[in-house]
């Protein structure tokens, strides 16, 4: 169950690092970043893709030395 754990943050963590990037490149060529809901809705932030990330490869990291410990 943890390698599938360590796998899918790892994954899931990689997706949102991605997303952060492109997200911030449009917000630095002053483009507009997807909209969430109606169209006068809060758009993405880039931060919330970051923090994502972060939390996902956390995610990978316990899990493999979870697995190394058994």
Request: with cysteine; hydrophobic share 55%; net charge positive.
């Amino acid at each position: 169950m943890e390698k599938y754990l360590s796998t899918a943050g790892y994954w899931l963590g990689l997706i949102c690092t991605v997303l952060a990037i492109v997200s911030r490149v449009m917000v630095a060529f002053n483009l507009m970043p997807p909209r969430i809901g109606a169209s006068d809705g809060m758009a993405l932030s880039y931060n919330s893709f970051f923090h994502g990330a972060a939390l996902f490869f956390l995610l990978a990291i316990a899990s493999s030395f979870r697995i190394a410990k058994n």
